[in-house]
């Protein structure tokens, strides 16, 4: 491609801005596929056709499939968790308050785009490594905001705490979006956020 093909705008539009919109749909995309059809129909070839684009478009912005799933992953979970703190930061000053604002934040989250929980919670292989750095990244956050409100956790506990509650986490938003469990979003908040707060509390007594 020339220089002046690289720099030309088309439709007024620059081809930055095209590229960026071209990688959102990919994003998208393999959310959709994933949600719905799992990790085994997740090609370049089929995401590229959902997301509306050529398949050699692809390469523009990912190396494979991999980095597509697992950039996705990245992105779509720092949103999560910055949406929590920022309720977090909001909600009164008070253990059990502070989870039921955060859980509630990603509940409500998944219950406007239940195909991003799907995305989120489902088994494709090259997530299991991103959602190990997901629940350290929730860890590291938990141990912030325990201190924050006199719980005091150390890197260790708040590991633990974190692994605990995002697993039973998990499940519950799975036979929630699955349909298999009766169970709405306000209950799901609420035993998350119990169960979150009520181990934070008694952890400094259980793990030394």
């Not at 190396?63 to 977090?88: F, P, Q, S």
Request: glycine share 8%; net charge negative; hydrophobic share 45%.
């Amino acid at each position: 491609m020339s220089e002046s093909e690289t720099h030309r705008a088309y439709r007024g539009v620059a081809p930055a801005d095209r590229r960026a919109e071209r990688r959102k749909r990919l994003a998208n995309a393999v959310i959709e596929v994933v949600a719905a059809e799992g990790w085994s129909a997740a090609t370049v070839r089929k995401v590229a056709a959902t997301a509306g684009i050529g398949p050699r478009f692809f390469y523009e912005s990912f190396t494979d499939m991999n980095d597509l799933v697992t950039t996705t992953y990245d992105e779509l979970g720092a949103e999560l968790l910055a949406g929590a703190v920022a309720a977090i930061a909001s909600a009164p000053d008070d253990l059990h308050e502070k989870a039921r604002a955060a859980v509630g934040a990603i509940v409500g989250a998944v219950e406007r785009n239940p195909q991003q929980g799907r995305f989120l919670i489902s088994d494709a292989p090259p997530l299991a490594e991103r959602k190990s750095a997901f629940i350290r990244a929730a860890a590291d956050e938990l141990a912030k905001q325990s201190d924050a409100v006199g719980t005091r956790l150390d890197a260790r506990q708040a590991e633990l705490c974190a692994v605990v509650v995002m697993a039973g986490a998990v499940e519950l938003v799975r036979g929630w979006l699955d349909g298999t469990l009766d169970i709405r979003p306000g209950e799901l908040t609420e035993i998350v956020a119990s169960t979150l707060s009520t181990l934070t509390a008694h952890m400094p007594g259980i793990g030394r």
